[in-house]
């Protein structure tokens, strides 16, 4: 039969068109399987034709019409029952709010959703030019970072040191009422650790911080051992040596500090290694070499770790590991060579153990090991094989990162202080005496340093720089009461309890009120620097002693911080070794007076601090070291 005579359409359809044929592009070698679909097919070279059916022309526009409005119809059935669902969440939610009694604010974002945290700072810019009315009840108190920066403001705005935030996502209940905190802190069975919400931790295996209920107890159990008086001795002679090493890298740099974070962060990282892992670094960067099958130092790979957590705790895997682009491969490299060097510490300490009896007072690592090795765990006190990682991790992190923070903005706040360093040096003169430094001892000075200005510079520096802007809570069970003042407050369960340290630091019903400000900014730490408010006066008035729960720089209750005597060991013995010897000032550039880099580095101190796994400054500040005169 004729092509005309069997495809009559085709033919009319040509002459409409004004063509002779309907022509589709192939490659070379596919004119076989055209030929079998389409008889009237016609090839030259890379270039083929083929007579097509009308019919089949006109059914594919019909074909994906109904594609596109299956996918279209798909998409607004998912989002309006999306939709639908997050309505009805939010109505739960403000029905619950109502019935706890606090003042709430509805907010369109959940502080915990990931995407907000990813994306926030692509949409804060466009909020903040809103309205104020529309977003000051409930943005600041939703800013992922920014907790610090807010303070108290949010609170006062709402007139109420209690505020529940309402969304779709869930209700988050902030709070800076010290009788809350307490309640919070101390009801250990009603209100425990988020772990879904700290399970980013367990990068590693399962950490003391991410655990909750028996797994917690078995943690503590054994890392309690390695918290003993032997152990704050190391911290103190460690801390001692590491300091002098460090004032010898000043000094060989003319008396320069150019970056006083990273230098911290180097000397709590080498002390917190040698006392719980039994691990000496070296403390100049040019003698620093790769360990045999590493590509990067120890110091290199925790640090870059460290640098890159935002990526490491939320990149998926597979795209963590797979990934081409740069940020993923550094982030990647230094997470698996941080594992590795783990894992040596971890078999060489096995190694030992196997031949060698664990005694109470060993190291943090030891104990770790002891609990997570086949053939070395006892049954009554056994752990997972990977949280010795993780706990080897979590504490590391704890007890190097956030120190080295609270050293530096400690010596920033001296430096800008010259009359209260003065103070705190003539101090340490009066304590140690003439003893040198390596005569000093944790049993003999650490209490009476604590109790005089080393120990007010601590706990103010911890007031206005907390080590976690806020502190999780959730009653995963069941609703609790909570009592403030003569009310009582139902608290649905599953609610999140948010414990603003920032906030509960700076409320001015326990704290006084900024008199007069400086450069810095909100929320004007160094305005709001006093650390004599810690000190006895020459008047005999006692010093200041704020109610339980308004000051909680290491947390209270079950789950407080176990090592606050290490950190307050290394930190008393730093200042004071630093400052027996040497004064610290800022160091003003050619052709600035000290009022300019004064008020600069108030700025850096206030609106350039951020909150990466702890509060620091976005970038160094130049300071100088003075010996100080006979």
């Known amino acids: 039969m004729a092509f005309e005579d069997r495809y009559p359409t085709v033919i009319n359809f040509r002459k409409r068109l004004n063509v002779s044929e309907v022509t589709l592009l192939a490659l070379n070698g596919t004119t076989g399987v055209l030929h079998n679909l389409f008889p009237a097919f016609h090839s030259s070279g890379n270039v083929c034709s083929v007579d097509l059916p009308f019919q089949l022309l006109r059914r594919r526009p019909q074909n994906s019409w109904i594609m596109a409005s299956t996918i279209l119809f798909s998409t607004v059935a998912v989002v309006s029952a999306f939709s639908f669902f997050q309505y009805r969440n939010l109505q739960r939610h403000i029905e619950e709010a109502k019935k706890s009694g606090f003042k709430y604010s509805i907010s369109p974002v959940y502080f915990q959703s990931i995407p907000w945290i990813i994306l926030q700072n692509v949409f804060i810019p466009f909020l903040s030019r809103l309205p104020s009315q529309w977003t000051q009840s409930w943005l600041p108190l939703s ?7 807010e303070g108290y403001e949010p609170f006062r705005r709402m007139n109420d040191d209690t505020i529940m935030i309402v969304s779709a996502g869930g209700n988050i209940l902030w709070t800076c009422d010290p009788e809350i905190i307490m309640q919070v802190s101390t009801r250990r069975n009603d209100f425990v650790k988020p772990t879904e919400m700290l399970d980013i931790l367990n990068i590693y295996g399962p950490t003391i911080t991410a655990a909750e209920g028996e797994e917690h107890r078995i943690f503590k159990k054994v890392a309690s051992p390695s918290f003993n008086d032997k152990n704050f001795q190391s911290v103190w002679t460690g801390t001692v040596e590491q300091t002098e090493m460090m004032m010898q890298k000043w000094l060989d740099n003319g008396g320069s500090v150019s970056n006083l974070n990273g230098d911290a962060a180097k000397l709590t990282l080498h002390v917190i290694s040698k006392v719980f892992f039994g691990k000496t670094i070296k403390w100049t960067e040019d003698d620093a070499k790769p360990s045999p099958g590493h590509t990067l130092t120890y110091e290199r790979a925790i640090s870059t770790v460290f640098e890159y957590n935002s990526t490491i705790f939320l990149t998926p895997r ?3 590991n797979y990934s081409p682009l740069k940020i993923h491969k550094i982030a990647k490299e230094a997470f698996v060579e941080w594992r590795k060097y783990m894992e040596e510490m971890r078999d060489s300490t096995a190694e030992h153990l196997q031949t060698h009896d664990l005694k109470e007072d060993g190291t943090l690592l030891e104990h770790f090991v002891k609990a997570g090795t086949p053939g070395l765990r006892s049954p009554e006190l056994s752990i997972p094989e990977d949280a010795i990682l993780g706990n080897i991790f979590i504490f590391i992190l704890a007890g190097h990162e956030t120190s080295a923070n609270i050293f530096t903005y400690a010596v920033m706040l001296l430096a800008c202080r010259p009359d209260f360093q003065l103070s705190l040096q003539t101090d340490i003169d009066t304590l140690v005496g003439d003893r ?20 007010a510079l601590m706990k103010e520096t911890l007031r206005l720089y907390t080590v976690l802007p806020f502190l999780p809570k959730v009653n995963k069970t069941k609703e609790q009461t909570l009592k403030s003042g003569n009310q009582t407050h139902i608290l649905p369960r599953d609610t999140l309890v948010m414990i603003n340290t920032s906030a509960t630091h700076r409320n001015p019903k326990h704290w006084s009120e900024i008199q007069k400000t400086a450069g810095d900014g909100p929320p004007y730490p160094l305005s709001d620097f006093h650390p004599e408010r810690w000190l006895q006066s020459s008047d005999s008035k006692a010093t200041y002693n704020p109610p339980e729960g308004a000051y909680v720089p290491f947390a209270e209750g079950y789950r407080s911080c176990p090592g606050q005597r290490f950190a307050q060991a290394e930190f008393c013995a730093a200042i004071a070794r630093l400052f027996s010897e040497f004064s610290v000032e800022l160091a003003c550039k050619p052709g600035e007076d000290y009022a300019s880099t004064l008020e600069k580095v108030e700025q850096q101190m206030s609106s350039g601090t951020v909150f990466e796994m702890g509060l620091k400054m976005k970038k160094p500040v130049p300071l100088k070291l003075v010996k100080r005169k006979a």
């Open 143 to 149: 800013k992922w970072g920014e907790t610090w920066h």
């Open 318 to 320: 597979p795209i963590l």
């Open 436 to 455: 040198k430094a390596s005569q000093w001892s944790y049993k003999a000075d650490f209490s009476k340093l604590m109790n005089g200005h080393v120990g």
